[in-house]
């Protein structure tokens, strides 16, 4: 029998990691599934991880990628400043013996694509990987411009893919653990990939990514879909702005700039809000990595041999009213744009069709419903369809509508929220300054995990805590309602998905730059019109 205190090594194809053991649990940090894209690497498709003879110190998570601190680090903790070296992933496997390898959870972590890692405190693996008896791995990828800026147009051959390397960062780190996650207790052949935000977008990306084909057999897409890309024009015009920020005429100029000068370039770019904010940085349809947008792949049977389950929050926009307080006043007219981008003239409709759902909602509420339905959960809706047309027993959906009582109950059930209810990691820092203190968190905690872990096991996410969850077909809609007592409703808030029909919501239309609104639209919507109730 192992005692706690007992170091752990496994021998990888690299070389021999030495880990510990938490609480049952096997744990190994830190450890690299490629060489470090830095110097005459950075701006290149990753190299294989060299390899070693003497036992690694696998006992320390690596290093994030670089990014700044956000305002709400007082959540997530605070991982700036990061280092280029960040390539590493971090396992946690079941000591005790099996009979057969064990399934694998391979988490992709959100942020934005600039920031984030796998080793936030929130997705701490000791509670999931002990409670379904299953290997659990996160990993980290490049963010911001040293992952996704697409200098295609400005560099030579090496750089044609420059603009998805962080998508292909987390290839690399899928092929390592195929193969080696068998001597970590892992069936490499039952892998699932689940994510949130920018690891939900990755995830529906990587469904239609040739390279990532084979690499995984279920995926649990979480408040991220095939919408939120980006094509060559933008992401080309980003790049060229972003050299001009940081005052070199050359890629190689840049890929000889220090770490600190190109962070400074990416946050000045940031801050100009020029792109949309968030739309800046992240995947784009470059016709080699990404063929084509993502949704068009997947409804082609591109996926059709993975297994899905995808959901939202029912609140996804009121996080950001965290960062701008000011969304929590804005009028629906502040989408007046961005609704013509969408349905052409029915923004009225849409409105109208919110107005009549949510009676008696404050104006900055219907606001935020509107942008986060388009931008989270109408996509999340489109995605199991599109899967559904092929995998019609076994494609899911849920809606995650749990109330946080935090900030006077405003925050409704916001983005991100959910993810430590995943995890079971309820008591990590910052948690209860997000979902407070209820006692009703427990309960939910444990049945949605338990949903996670047998969709993982066996496709099926169903198990004893819950009522029968049927598959997400377009004649039904059956939803997984996450609550203090979860139901299964079909077809939740009809009347505002019927609003937006006919809208493909596959990256086209709605851009993504045309999905958000500009700070100048919020604040004229509060400058009241008598003229106008849209």
């Not at 690299?32 to 690694?56: H, I, K, N, Q, V």
């Not at 709400?72 to 992933?89: F, K, Q, V, Y």
Request: aromatic letters at 8%; glycine letters at 10%.
């Amino acid at each position: 029998m192992l005692d706690e205190s007992e170091d752990v090594l496994v021998e990888t194809l690299q070389g021999p990691v030495r880990g510990e053991i938490l609480s049952g649990i096997r744990v190994f940090r830190g450890i690299p599934y490629a060489a470090p894209p830095t110097g005459d690497r950075r701006f290149l498709p990753l190299e294989p991880a060299e390899s070693w003879t003497e036992p690694r110190d696998a006992t320390r998570f690596g290093s994030a990628a670089p990014q700044f601190p956000d305002p709400l680090d007082d959540l997530w903790g605070r991982l700036a400043p990061g280092d280029e070296d960040c390539t590493s992933l971090n396992i946690w496997a079941p000591a005790r013996p099996a009979d057969r390898p064990r399934p694998v959870m391979v988490w992709i972590h959100g942020g934005a694509f600039v920031i984030g890692s796998g080793k936030w405190p929130w997705y701490e693996g000791c509670n999931l990987a002990q409670r379904g008896d299953v290997v659990l791995v996160t990993i980290n990828y490049r963010l911001g411009a040293l992952g996704f800026l697409d200098l295609s147009e400005l560099g030579d051959d090496r750089h044609r893919t420059c603009g998805n390397h962080g998508l292909l960062d987390q290839v690399c780190a899928l092929r390592w653990i195929r193969d080696n996650i068998e001597r970590f207790g892992g069936d490499p052949k039952n892998v699932t990939l689940f994510g949130e935000s920018a690891g939900g977008i990755s995830i529906a990306c990587l469904l239609a990514m040739p390279e990532a084909r084979g690499l995984f057999q279920r995926v649990i897409v979480m408040s991220g879909g095939a919408n939120l890309i980006r094509f060559p024009k933008l992401s080309r015009e980003v790049a060229r702005t972003y050299l001009k920020i940081a005052g070199v005429e050359s890629v190689a100029e840049c890929s000889r700039l220090p770490t600190k000068v190109l962070m400074k370039a990416q946050k000045r770019l940031l801050d100009r809000n020029e792109y949309g904010g968030d739309a800046v940085f992240g995947p784009v349809v470059d016709g080699r990595v990404l063929p084509e947008p993502p949704l068009h792949a997947i409804r082609s049977g591109c996926a059709s041999e993975v297994g899905l389950m995808t959901g939202t929050t029912l609140d996804e926009a009121r996080l950001w009213s965290l960062y701008v307080p000011i969304l929590r006043w804005a009028h629906p007219r502040a989408l007046g744009r961005v609704l013509r981008h969408a349905v052409g003239d029915r923004g009225r409709e849409v409105v109208s069709a919110y107005r009549r759902s949510r009676l008696g909602d404050r104006p900055g509420n219907l606001s935020m419903a509107i942008n986060g339905d388009l931008l989270f959960r109408m996509p999340a809706i489109r995605l199991a369809e599109a899967q559904s047309e092929h995998r019609p027993h076994d494609t899911r959906m849920y809606l995650f509508t749990w109330s946080t009582p935090v900030s006077r109950g405003r925050l409704g059930s916001p983005h991100a929220v959910d993810v430590p209810f995943v995890f079971g990691n309820l008591d990590q820092e910052g948690v209860e300054r997000f979902t407070g203190k209820g006692a009703d968190r427990r309960e939910l905690s444990m049945r949605i995990q338990d949903a996670w872990l047998a969709f993982a096991r066996t496709g099926d996410p169903s198990h004893s805590g819950l009522p029968h969850w049927p598959p997400y077909r377009r004649d039904s809609r059956a939803t997984m309602i996450f609550d203090s007592s979860p139901t299964v409703v079909n077809d939740p808030r009809p009347e505002e998905r019927k609003a937006w029909d006919g809208v493909p919501f596959d990256g086209v239309v709605p851009a993504i730059e045309q999905s958000l609104p500009t700070t100048g639209e919020i604040l004229r919507s509060l400058v009241p019109n008598p003229f106008s109730r849209a």
